[in-house]
C-alpha cells in the first residue's frame, strides 16, 4: 500500500457522457459554439482534438479556436459546420503550441484570411497577434474574454465565453486528467491556474479533448486539485519505503493505468517532484533517485 488515503471521486463517474469513440465528428454545444472532432484519436488526445467555432448566430461570423492537426478531411469538416453556421471565419485563436492544437493554425488562417492569436510569437507567426491576460477580444458579435492558464505549458490560454462556458484547451479534459508537461510545465502554476478558472464559476467545460464538461463544471474543476494533492500523498508514500527513481515512482503510482500512458504519467511526476523539491518535502537520493529529507 502506498497509502492508506482513499483517492478522491470522478464526479463524471455517473454522468452520461459519450463512450470513448463515440463523440460525434460535429455538434452544436450551445448557440455561440460548434465543435468539429479532428481525426485524431490517440491515447493522449482521446477521440481527438476538439476544435470549436464560436460565434453570434446570425452575425455571419466565427472564431476559430484550436484548429488542431493541418490535415484535409478536418478542414472540410470545419468547412462544413462554417457553412451550417452561414458564418466565415474571421480569427484563429490557439490555447498553445502544442501541435495537435496549434499546427493547422497559420495554415488555415492563410486559407481563411484570418489572422491568428495565441501567447506565442511561434504559434501566431510574424503577422499575428500575442495575447495578454485578461483581454476581452471583441469577435464574430459576441465577446472572447483571454484567461491565462498556464501549467500544463508555460504558454497555455482559457478562453471565458458570454454564455458562462470555458474553453479550456488541455487544461481540463473530458475524460481522465491532464499531463503537466516536464520541464515546460509547472505544477504550481497549473495548480492556480485551476482555481482561478474554478473562481469564475464556468457554466460548462469545453475541452480541448473528449466530451464537454456541463453538469457540474465546478465539480470536475475540485476533483482536479484533490487529484493532484492525492497524486502528491502517493508520492510520498511511495518514498516512505526509501529512495526511488522517477521511474520506479511511475511503476507504483500508476500501476492501475495502462503502460502506455506511463511516459506522460513520468512528465507529470517529474513536475510534481519539482513542486516538492522546492517546498524541502523530498530532496535528491543516490543514483538519481529521489527521498524524503
Known sequence: MITDVPPPADPRTGWALPAPGAMPRTA??????????????????????????????????????????????????????????????????????????????????????????????????????LLRAGERLVLAGTVLTVVPTPGHTGDHLAFRLESGAVLVGDHVLGRGTSVVTHPEGDVVAYL??????????????YCGHGPE??????????YYLAHRAYREVQLLGALAGGPRTVDELVAEVYADVPR????AAAQSTRATLGKLLVEGRVEPGPAESLRLP
Not at 213 to 222: G, H, K, M, R
Not at 260 to 263: I, K, Q
Open 28 to 129: 452544436r454545444l450551445e448557440p455561440l459554439v460548434t465543435r468539429v472532432l479532428a481525426p485524431n484519436p490517440s491515447g493522449m488526445t482521446l477521440d481527438g482534438t476538439n476544435t470549436y467555432l464560436v460565434g453570434e448566430p446570425g452575425s455571419g461570423q466565427a472564431v476559430l479556436v484550436d484548429p488542431g492537426p493541418d490535415d484535409a478531411a478536418h478542414l472540410a469538416a470545419v468547412e462544413a459546420a462554417l457553412t451550417e453556421r452561414d458564418a466565415r471565419c474571421v480569427a484563429v485563436l490557439v490555447t498553445h503550441h502544442h501541435g495537435d492544437h496549434a499546427e493547422a493554425a497559420q495554415p488555415w488562417g492563410a486559407h481563411f484570411g484570418a489572422p491568428v492569436a495565441a501567447a506565442r510569437r511561434d504559434v501566431a507567426g510574424p503577422a499575428g497577434r
Open 192 to 205: 492556480e491556474s485551476l482555481r482561478r478558472v474554478h473562481d469564475l464559476g464556468p457554466s460548462a467545460l
Open 213 to 222: 464538461l456541463t453538469e457540474d463544471p465546478v465539480a470536475v474543476l475540485e
Open 260 to 263: 502506455a500512458l506511463w511516459p
